[in-house]
């Protein structure tokens, strides 16, 4: 069974800091996808970020980074230089095959 | 170029009414998935499909059906609702295995 854990339900971090959000994440597939996604206070969901098992590099989209550790099956995300629209759920996700499986999410809040 | 629309946004629902929640895309996905989201449970798979006629389960798909007869409809089915099925209900919706396209929610009230 494919599992993927968040286990910051709540975050706090300041205006222009840098943050890491904690995925972790168990399949014995060789082949998968991690994925990172944001959900406003509006409600709708937003891709972020993407990461193939395959991958060599870590992936980056402008201010957010994917620190992709695959021996300890780890996959964070960091924002850096948080903005006040960064207030979020953000939701860690992987693909194995067909099936897409998301994380409980952590809620992340920036202060002025 | 609409995306994936979902209608309705919102429904209120009698224990035992079935109803049919509605997703469509115009982007020419193969894939296409259903999730609920419930408060502190993140988003769970109920139904996926990769292509007209082919239809699996996710992780809790009892009291859900679906079928997909064209590309562009990915309609889902509650049978017979019970309060349990109160969740706000997402479609998506994928050409390759990376970005999803996500609809903006059905919010459902079993009472």
């Known amino acids: 069974a494919q599992k993927i854990t968040q286990t910051q339900p709540g975050m706090f971090v300041q205006e222009k800091e840098a943050v890491t959000l904690d995925c972790t994440y168990d399949t014995s597939d060789p082949s998968y996808g991690l994925f990172w996604y944001k959900q406003p206070s509006s409600g709708e969901m937003i891709f972020l970020i993407y990461q193939g098992s395959y991958d060599q590099q870590n992936a980056t989209e402008g201010r957010y980074s994917l620190n992709f550790q695959k021996a300890r099956k780890s996959a964070n995300l960091v924002i850096s230089a948080s903005q006040l629209g960064d207030s979020a759920m953000y939701f860690c996700a992987m693909r194995v095959r067909d099936a897409l499986n998301f994380g409980k999410g952590t809620s992340l809040l920036v202060t002025p | 170029n609409a995306g994936v629309t979902q209608t309705p946004k919102f429904q209120v629902l009698k224990t035992g009414q079935s109803m049919t929640l509605q997703c469509a895309q115009d982007m020419n996905h193969e894939y296409m998935s259903w999730y609920r989201q419930d408060p502190g449970m993140g988003l769970r798979l109920i139904h996926y499909?990769?292509?007209?006629?082919?239809?699996d389960q996710g992780e809790v798909p009892n009291g859900y059906n679906v079928s997909r007869s064209t590309t562009e409809d990915f309609p889902l089915r509650l049978l017979s609702a019970a309060p349990s099925q109160t969740s706000v209900y997402f479609c998506?919706?994928?050409?390759?295995?990376?970005?999803?396209?996500f609809g903006p929610g059905t919010r459902l009230t079993v009472t």
């Open positions: 499909s990769v292509g007209a006629g082919i239809t």
């Open positions: 998506a919706s994928s050409s390759n295995a990376v970005e999803q396209y």
